[in-house]
C-alpha cells in the first residue's frame, strides 16, 4: 500500500515536471520567435524589410536619404524597416517628384496606423511561425533527453548541453540589436501637430524634411481641415434634408413606412483609394443609422500588395458590416485584404447580411494603371452577368444584385430575378429606372471624386457621390437619398425619393464634374 502510494506520488511528481519544462520550452520559443521575427512586406508604397530587435526604437532605414527613428510604443522591443526602391543619388529632379507627391504622403500621414497593419501582420505572422518551429524542436529534444525508461529525468551532462543551446540561441538573437551604433539624429519640429510629432532624422533626410516639410504639412492640415468640414456638413445635412418631406417634382410619393422596421444601407462605389473618404463614409453610416455598407468596387487603383493600406484605412474607419463586389481595378490580392479586415466579398453565391439577400461576384478583368486591362479569370463581363441572372433566378429571392460593372447586371434586371441592381463604374449616375420586368436598377457615380478621370488622392477634384437605400423587410427597396459632396466641400443631400413599383419614375441620369 505505502509503495503503491509511493509510486502514485512519483508519477504525479514526473507529469509536474513534464508539463513545468514543455511551459518553459514554449516560453523560450516564443521568445527566440519575437526576438528573430523578419519579414518582407509593404510601407505605404515602398517594399519593406522589416526585422525586430531590443532597441527600443523603430528604424526607418531609407538608405542613402538617412533614417528617420522614434520611440518603440512595445520597448523594449524595436523594429528596423529597411525601405527598398530609394535611389541611390536622389537629384533634384526627384527631389520636385517628392514635392509633386505631396497628396500621396499626406494620406500615409493622415493614416499612420493603416500604413503599417501589413507590416507588423507580416511580422507577427513571422514571428509565430518561428516561435512554433523552435517550440516544437525544444519539445522533441525534452521527450529523446531520457535516462532508462524515466522521460524527462534530465541528467547533468544533459541540462548543460540544454543550457548551451538557449545560451547561445538567445545570444545570436540579442546580441546583434544591442550592439547597433548610435546614430547623431534631429528632431523633426515640422511635423509638430501631426501624427509623426516627435519622430527624429539622420543623414541628409533631416535636411530634405525640413526643405519639404512644411509643404507636406500644410497639405496634411489641409487635407484634414477639407474632409473634416465635409463629413460635418454631411452629418447636419442628412439630417436636415431627410426631416423634410420628399420633393414631389417627377417623383410619386410612397406611403408613409415604418422607419424601425426598414434595413438602411450605405451604397459607395469607385472609392479609387481616396482614404480620406472613408470618415465621410463613416459620418453617413451614423447619421442615416446604416446596417451595412454596400461597396461596388474599385476601392483601390491597380490591385497591388502596397494598395491593402486603402483597404486598411476604409476598414478601420466603417464600424458596420460591408458587403464588396470588387471591380476592374482589384484583384485578387484586393478580394484577400478585404476578406482580412472582415469584409464580406461577393464571390458568385447569395449571401445574407442584416437581412437582405445579396448576390454578386468579383469582376473577370483587372485595370491596372500604366498596364491596360487584361482577364484575371476565364470569363468574360456578360458570360459572369448570364451565371448571376441563373443563380439568381434559381434562387428567386434575391433583393440585390451588387456588381462593379452594370453590363453584369443587365441579365438579371431583364429576367426581373432581383429587385434592384447595384453598380458603378461608369463614374457617371444613371437612373434609378424600373424596368420592365420590375427590377430597379441604379449606377452611382464615383464616391471618390474620380469623375472625369480626376485624380482621387487629396482634396476632391470632381463631385463624390454616396448613395443611402433603404428595404422594407422583405427586402423590397423603398426610398433613397443622394449625397453629393462638390470640390469645394460643398455638400448637397436630395432627400428622400419613393421607389415603388405602381410609379412611373422618370430616369435620372447625370454626370457629376
Known amino acids: 500500500m505505502v509503495r503503491g502510494t509511493r509510486m502514485a506520488g512519483d508519477a504525479r511528481r514526473q507529469r509536474a515536471r513534464q508539463l513545468l519544462l514543455a511551459v518553459v520550452a514554449c516560453l523560450l520559443a516564443l521568445v527566440f520567435g519575437v526576438l ?169 533626410l533631416a535636411d530634405l524634411v525640413n526643405a519639404y516639410g512644411p509643404r507636406v504639412v500644410t497639405a496634411f492640415e489641409e487635407n484634414e481641415a477639407f474632409y473634416d468640414g465635409v463629413a460635418a456638413e454631411v452629418s447636419a445635412g442628412f439630417r436636415a434634408a431627410v426631416a423634410a418631406p420628399a420633393p414631389r417634382s417627377g417623383w410619386d410619393l410612397a406611403a408613409p413606412v415604418d422607419e424601425d422596421a426598414l434595413t438602411t444601407v450605405v451604397f459607395v462605389s469607385d472609392l479609387h483609394c481616396n482614404v480620406s473618404m472613408g470618415r465621410v463614409v463613416a459620418a453617413l453610416v451614423r447619421v442615416s443609422g446604416a446596417d451595412l455598407v454596400a461597396n461596388g468596387g474599385d476601392t483601390v487603383m491597380s490591385g497591388t500588395a502596397a494598395e491593402s493600406f486603402c483597404v486598411n484605412a476604409f476598414a478601420q474607419e466603417i464600424d458596420v458590416p460591408v458587403v464588396v463586389a470588387d471591380g476592374n481595378h482589384d484583384s485578387v490580392l484586393t478580394a484577400e485584404q478585404e476578406e482580412r479586415v472582415g469584409w464580406d466579398v461577393l464571390r458568385g453565391d447569395v449571401v445574407e447580411v442584416a437581412g437582405l439577400r445579396i448576390l454578386g461576384d468579383t469582376d473577370p478583368t483587372l485595370t491596372a494603371v500604366g498596364s491596360g486591362t487584361r482577364l484575371e479569370r476565364d470569363e468574360s463581363v456578360h458570360a459572369m452577368g448570364d451565371r448571376l441572372r441563373d443563380v439568381a433566378c434559381a434562387d428567386g429571392d434575391v433583393d440585390m444584385l451588387l456588381i462593379h460593372n452594370p453590363r453584369a447586371a443587365t441579365a438579371t434586371a431583364e429576367a426581373g430575378c432581383a429587385r434592384i441592381t447595384l453598380s458603378g463604374h461608369l463614374h457617371r449616375t444613371v437612373g434609378p429606372e424600373l424596368g420592365e420586368s420590375g427590377t430597379w436598377r441604379y449606377v452611382s457615380s464615383s464616391s471618390g471624386g474620380g469623375n472625369n478621370g480626376g485624380r482621387t488622392i487629396g482634396t476632391l477634384q470632381s463631385s463624390a457621390e454616396l448613395t443611402v437605400l433603404r428595404f422594407a423587410a422583405d427586402g423590397t427597396p423603398v426610398d433613397h437619398a443622394v449625397v453629393m459632396v462638390t470640390p469645394d466641400g460643398a455638400v448637397t443631400v436630395s432627400g428622400w425619393h419613393a421607389l415603388t413599383t405602381n410609379q412611373s419614375t422618370p430616369s435620372v441620369t447625370s454626370t457629376s464634374s
Open 36 to 204: 528573430t521575427a523578419r519579414a518582407e512586406s509593404y510601407v505605404g508604397p515602398h517594399r519593406a524589410t522589416l526585422e525586430v530587435d531590443l532597441s527600443r526604437t523603430v528604424v526607418v532605414d531609407l538608405g542613402p536619404l538617412g533614417a528617420v527613428h522614434l520611440d518603440s510604443p512595445a520597448a523594449p522591443l524595436g523594429v528596423t524597416v529597411t525601405v527598398h526602391e530609394i535611389p541611390a543619388s536622389p537629384q533634384a529632379d526627384f527631389l520636385e517628384g517628392l514635392g509633386a507627391d505631396l497628396a500621396a504622403y499626406t494620406q500615409l500621414v493622415s493614416h499612420p496606423r493603416a500604413a503599417l497593419t501589413p507590416a507588423i501582420d507580416a511580422l507577427v505572422t513571422d514571428a509565430l511561425g518561428r516561435a512554433a518551429v523552435a517550440g516544437g524542436l525544444g519539445l522533441i529534444l525534452l521527450t529523446v533527453l531520457r535516462t532508462g525508461d524515466r522521460p524527462l529525468q534530465l541528467t547533468r551532462r544533459n541540462a548543460l548541453a540544454l543550457g548551451a543551446v538557449v545560451v547561445t540561441a538567445t545570444s545570436l538573437a540579442v546580441l546583434p540589436s544591442l550592439m547597433r551604433p548610435d546614430v547623431l539624429t534631429e528632431r523633426a519640429a515640422v511635423l509638430a501637430g501631426t501624427p509623426f510629432e516627435g519622430v527624429r532624422l539622420s543623414g541628409r
